[in-house]
């Protein structure tokens, strides 16, 4: 079992920048493929990065191309979410996710196993 904790979340400014934190624990960090999705109200859960095993490869959606950087450090069981250049529509509850099925990059929702409780991102215009 995999227990994920996001922090990181607040209020900041369009153009502005936020790094997200997910403290993994429970199972070997190593292992697992990580992703970021994220919930506005009313909305389905959208993927936004992936990253595979070692962190030697990653994958957004063009919505965050450019914008967002996964990066993964295995000896902090960490995964991080630098996300720059926000905006308005970036606004949503952001989830780190963890796939025990797969070492490699897994970008749905179905593809993962386990999941934080989600912390808040918002972005003012």
């Known amino acids: 079992q995999v227990q994920l904790v996001e922090s990181g979340g607040g209020l900041v400014q369009a153009g502005g920048s936020l790094r997200l934190s997910c403290i993994a624990s429970?199972?070997?960090?190593?292992?697992?493929?990580m992703g970021w999705f994220r919930q506005a109200p009313g909305k389905e859960r959208e993927f936004v990065a992936a990253?595979?095993?070692?962190?030697?490869?990653?994958y957004y959606p063009d919505s965050v191309k450019g914008r967002f950087t996964i990066s993964r450090d295995n000896a902090k069981n960490t995964v991080y979410l630098q996300m720059n250049s926000l905006k308005a529509e970036d606004t949503a509850v952001y989830y780190c996710?963890?796939?025990?099925?797969?070492?490699?990059?897994?970008?749905?929702?179905?593809?993962?196993?386990?999941w934080g409780q989600g912390t808040q991102v918002t972005v003012s215009s």
């Open positions: 996710a963890a796939a025990i099925r797969f070492t490699h990059i897994i970008t749905a929702v179905r593809g993962y196993d386990y």
């Open positions: 429970g199972r070997t960090f190593s292992n697992n493929a």
């Open positions: 990253i595979n095993w070692s962190g030697g490869s990653t």
